[in-house]
């Protein structure tokens, strides 16, 4: 028997799955990159593929988290709280956060059209228009500017009345593509409540023209809003699924969703050679670590195959104390898989490929593959799970899994550590 509950080390490839690449002989920039310390985990454990949604479905690194956390989108604050969350930018109950950005657009007869929405100027530019946009007032909302990073920031919007609220089921004022006009904020046709999501498409769409009327020195001409939320935690990490979690993260919105879960949030080290301790240190304290590396998904955007496979590698060389602890020990279940296809010959965010998985745990079932790749995953032991699954999975190596059935308990829940009621002896 072992002494310990097993700890689940989830160590998340931000966007290392792939397509094929030309440059790269067909190979992916997985497959391609000299990986000798994931190879050993492959090779040690069992293998598959996952799709994190439904088959097919390209997601954003805040959905596909959401999913693997074991969570429906419905069920987490829309992605402008989880930002505002994770960049410490405070949305009172009540209120609605809208992710936003500065854009460069051109006035037309009808509106305005987007024109750049990677915009480079300097922190201080920004923080000066930041300034100028900071505060607006409508009749049912007073909307609020704060500035974050690069040529982005949060836009806060709160009742003036408590009793004609506010609500996130509005639409985006953000295109999120270039030539496109600025979108006009509409209630989402299933919002439950109607009335407040056309208030707060209303304010969004006065703040917005005011912006563009009132920016014109700056190097910004409007604000554009997007992925409207409101607060409201769900219910813990640690309540669903019987475990004390950590989250390594450096990216806003996933430290966002992680806090917003209950779940501990630590940034890790810049360095990849400096994380391995940062992981073993998390995995000593918690029962859950998740360890992101953002990196991949970057690389991939920003300079192609070649770069991203020799990033990849350059990550793997690192690994050996990650990998040593997990093939070593007899208490911990790792994991290593990405949280999307992030395609890096083609000019698309993300694809809905499926991602590989692999998992070791002392007692795991074995398989024959003997590296990480797309294509040796895809024929491996694990075969092609859901991301809602990957959890579940990781416990059920952990035996962290309560046989189903056993014993009732008020919440149902699914794993052995709960607290019981033990009956008294009398009233
Ligand atoms: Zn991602």
Redesign the pocket.
Known sequence: MRGKDRTICWLVL??VADRPAPALDGQTPLEAAATPNLDRLAAAGTNGTMDVSRPGTPL??DR?HTLLFGYDHDEVPGRGVLEATGLDVPVPEGAVACSASFARADATAEGWTVRDRHLDADAADYERTAERVADFETDAATVSFTYTWKNRGIVVLEPTDPDRPLSPAVTDVDPFEVPAPVLDPRPLDAASAPAAAARTAEALAAYTRWTADRLDAEPVDVVLSKWAGAPGPPESFETRHGLRACSLTAKPVLAGLAETLGMAVRTPPDQYAARPDAIADAVDDYEFVHVHYPEP?EVSHAAGPAAKRDEIAAIDETLAPVVDRALAADDLVTVVTA??TTPSTEDVVHSGEPVPVTMVAEGVRTDDVSAVGERPAATGGLGRVRGRDCLRLSRAAADRVLLDGLRRSPANRDYPNQSLTPLSRGP
């Open positions: 931000d966007g954003s690194s596909a998904d949280d999307h």
